[in-house]
């Protein structure tokens, strides 16, 4: 059927072929991500109130639709037909361009993330600088969200924000910087294909751990999500938003949430790969182990929410400047050294 409508003669014309097939063949790739994206983040909603619901005891969502399985389409519906109101005093270009920038960050991202073997938008040879110059970017929505709103709270919650986003990329970047050492190449691949003797969690556990509790930071998180101190500064950087432009940093936020997680599972979890190469673990397709593993670190990431209190703001600091900084710093150099002592350096 395919052949058959690629060999029609209007398809063979030079312009057709040449740009307007592999324009459509892109556009439905990235639908082919985007959409599933969509509809994980709003059915995460719905799993962290059940988490959080049975880890208190409670029920959760059980009214809107069987189990409440609808009650993410009642949320975004109630959202989508409120007001959207615009401070008198903000910059209203600005302050409607932050929610957007914020949400398409957190999609665009995606595109160098591989789901199985060849099963990626663009496997490009700099995935790993990609990634880390997108979540880098992902600040300057919530420093314009601050700013543009006309508000002290807001614009405190945005200067908190930052500095808690730019302290803890570092010890990020130290802990990408170890898994380069092992694996020597910046492509998201080849890091998945140099884990199938081993998962980088358990040579490399230390640093496991201080990545998993910076993508908590990053993604303003519990028990990190001093941004939104409602004790304090009345929830933050988007508390002058409402309607569809709230809605645009809740999505935002939880798109990262399954973002970091798949950055996890590619450097530590070993991706797509089984985890023992044997029946009948490998029968099970790439992207089913890809998604379970995302799954998991999600669990971890709504457990624990329901778990820890929020750090005091100066707690934060010491955490991500004193304690993680110079452990990675440390975790790097003794990588390398080990690496080099026992001639274990990847060869090129």
Known sequence: MLETLLAHPYLAHPFVAGYVVPTVIIVVQILAIVVPLLVAVAYLTYAERKVIAGMQLRKGPNVVGPFGLLQPLADGLKLFAKETILPAGANKLLFLMAPMLTFILSLIAWAVIPFDQGLVLADINVGVLYLFA??????????????????????????????????YEVSIGFVIITVLLCVGSLNLTAIVEAQRTIWFAIPLLPMFVIFFVSTLAETNRTPFDLPEGESEIVAGYFVEYSSMAFALFFLGEYANMILMSGMTSILFLGGWLPPLDIAPFNWIPGPIWFFAKISLVLFCFLWVRATFPRYRYDQLMRLGWKVF????????????????????????
């Open 134 to 167: 997108i979540s880098s970017l992902g600040v300057y929505g919530v420093i314009m969200a601050g700013w543009a709103s006309n508000s002290k709270y807001a614009f405190l919650g945005a200067l908190r924000s930052a500095a808690q986003m730019v302290s």
């Open 325 to 348: 900084l110079p452990f990675s710093l440390f975790w790097v150099a003794l990588t390398a050294g080990v690496l080099v002592t026992f001639d274990l350096l990847p060869k090129a």
